[in-house]
């Protein structure tokens, strides 16, 4: 089993930085992909951001590309998200998740068995 927790969430203006962080515990993840999914309120979860375990290659949405960073530390077992420039439109709640499959990382959120609980990001113009 793994816990997950999620940090860094908070109120920012458009244009503004945060950086979320995930730190896991109760089992190594450091062989696993990680992932960043969100959700608006009223809309379905769907991905942002995601690592493969060495952190030699990593996807992103188009909606986020070139204005959000994942990157990963295993020694420490925590996952981030630098985010910059942020948009009215990236305000959701932030999900840290663990892909079931050592080998890949994927868009899908039904690929990712563990989660964390969520940080709620807030851009306001």
């Known amino acids: 089993q793994v816990q997950l927790v999620a940090s860094g969430g908070g109120l920012v203006q458009a244009g503004g930085s945060l950086r979320l962080s995930c730190a896991a515990s109760?089992?190594?993840?450091?062989?696993?992909?990680l992932a960043w999914f969100r959700q608006a309120p009223g809309k379905e979860r769907e991905f942002v951001a995601a690592?493969?375990?060495?952190?030699?290659?990593?996807l992103y949405a188009d909606s986020v590309k070139d204005r959000f960073i994942i990157s990963r530390d295993n020694a420490q077992s925590t996952v981030s998200l630098q985010m910059n420039y942020l948009q009215l439109e990236d305000t959701a709640a932030y999900y840290c998740?663990?892909?079931?499959?050592?080998?890949?990382?994927?868009?899908?959120?039904?690929?990712?068995?563990?989660w964390g609980q969520g940080t709620q990001v807030t851009v306001s113009s």
């Open positions: 998740a663990v892909s079931g499959n050592p080998w890949t990382i994927s868009r899908s959120a039904v690929d990712y068995r563990f």
């Open positions: 109760g089992r190594t993840v450091s062989t696993y992909g």
């Open positions: 690592i493969t375990r060495t952190g030699g290659t990593t």
